[in-house]
């Protein structure tokens, strides 16, 4: 179904975007269905399975971090939080992953779902300023409940998982430095057992071995020679903007030609 060139395209996508808050899963969605004309549910399957590559960047790029968090007393707080948030995050994502799956969206309904979201996304991070800024360790169980289910919402395609994360971080007081650090740090353990759970419900069926390794490791080299810099973009650049456009952008042709009636 997917050629090499196309694979090689998606995963250097992928790698690019998912520093940014815009939804790299909205977006490659998008392509997949109006460009290649891939049925929806797939395109979902295919999006998380492309966030290995991105997560096994974060890990490198956030190594020191991460070893940090496990090995520090002083990091218990952020640990517990991880812990929790994760739980709670791959429950809500479960839940609405199966929900997907049941209601097998046409392309024309998953593209007014990713741009809606879109414009949602972007409503959030422009409505949220930080007001006192806090330490990551002085993060609660109470808020790794909080932001893991909105966390989990991210499954949603248009939400963007470091935007909607990020927006609730600085809403609690962290400043948008610290609260995007958390968020990728947040994603590291979020995308590896999505992976597992993906590989679990739904096996690697729909790409072999070699396609699957391709895709992963272009994602993942996109992801390492983009991270540093894309995040320090991240940090200066309002991306709300953008994620509205994109999502006006998206429902404008369905709108004007009726191919939904909404």
């Known amino acids: 179904m997917y050629s090499e060139t196309m694979l090689i395209i998606l995963g250097a996508i992928q790698g690019v975007v998912e520093w940014l808050p815009i939804s790299s899963s909205g ?133 963007s998982r470091s935007g909607i994360t990020t927006s609730i971080l600085v809403f609690k007081g962290f400043s948008a430095s610290e609260a995007l650090r958390i968020s990728f740090l947040m994603s590291i353990p979020v995308i590896f057992t999505s992976a597992i759970g993906l590989a679990l419900i739904r096996g690697f069926s729909e790409l072999s071995f070699e396609p699957m390794v391709l895709t992963v490791l272009v994602s993942f080299v996109s992801g390492i020679f983009s991270i540093g810099r894309l995040l320090r973009v991240a940090r200066k650049v309002q991306f709300w903007l953008f994620c509205i456009i994109l999502g006006v952008l998206a429902l404008t042709p369905l709108l004007l030609y009726g191919i939904v009636d909404l």
């Open 27 to 159: 977006i490659l969605m998008l392509l997949m269905t109006q460009l290649l004309g891939v049925e929806s549910f797939e395109t979902l399957n295919l999006s998380i399975f492309l966030h290995i590559g991105t997560g096994a960047a974060a890990l490198v790029y956030f190594n020191k971090e991460a070893k940090r968090i496990l090995l520090r007393k002083t990091e218990q707080n952020l640990l517990t939080y991880l812990i929790v948030s994760t739980i709670v995050t791959g429950a809500v994502g479960l839940c609405l992953y199966l929900l997907f799956n049941e209601i097998d969206m046409h392309g024309e309904y998953l593209t007014v779902l990713i741009g809606f979201a879109l414009i949602f996304n972007g409503i959030i991070q422009k409505s949220t300023h930080a007001k006192n800024l806090r330490d990551s360790r002085s993060l609660t169980c109470r808020e790794g409940i909080l932001i893991g289910l909105v966390q989990g919402l991210s499954i949603i395609p248009g939400i």
